[in-house]
């Protein structure tokens, strides 16, 4: 699986953002998750959806503002965020799951397949 996110930019607070991470392969076999790293900080758990979609796992921290979703006729995963905070400033990651048909898991062990990355920055 091959993974590609986009979307990422400048934003101020309190506004919305929604990334997109376009996938080659199997996708529809993949659970899929998002993930970031804030500038000096460890990468951290976002959110993940499972196969079908109709299962999701939000961090705390986003819970609420961020949805993910799904679209496996385009092989599309999304991150919808609203209500942007300065601590949501990150590179944002989207990865797939080590193996098809893989447990849903908010680990990033669990995960085998990583995208380039966006920068998402909310500033005023």
């Known amino acids: 699986v091959q993974l590609q996110a986009s979307g990422g930019g400048l934003v101020q607070p309190g506004g919305s953002l929604r990334l997109s991470c376009a996938a080659s392969g199997a996708f529809s076999r993949y659970v899929m998750g998002w993930f970031r790293q804030a500038p000096g900080k460890e990468r951290e758990f976002v959110a993940c959806i499972s196969v079908s979609g109709s299962t999701k796992y939000y961090a705390d921290s986003v819970k609420g503002r961020f949805t993910i979703a799904r679209d496996n006729a385009k092989n599309t995963l999304y991150l919808q965020m609203n209500s942007l905070k300065p601590e949501d400033t990150a590179v944002y990651y989207c990865?797939?799951?080590?193996?098809?048909?893989?447990?849903?898991?908010?680990?990033?062990?669990?995960?085998?397949?990583w995208g380039q990355g966006t920068l998402v920055t909310v500033s005023s």
């Open positions: 990865a797939a799951g080590k193996k098809p048909w893989a447990p849903l898991s908010s680990s990033q062990l669990e995960y085998g397949y």
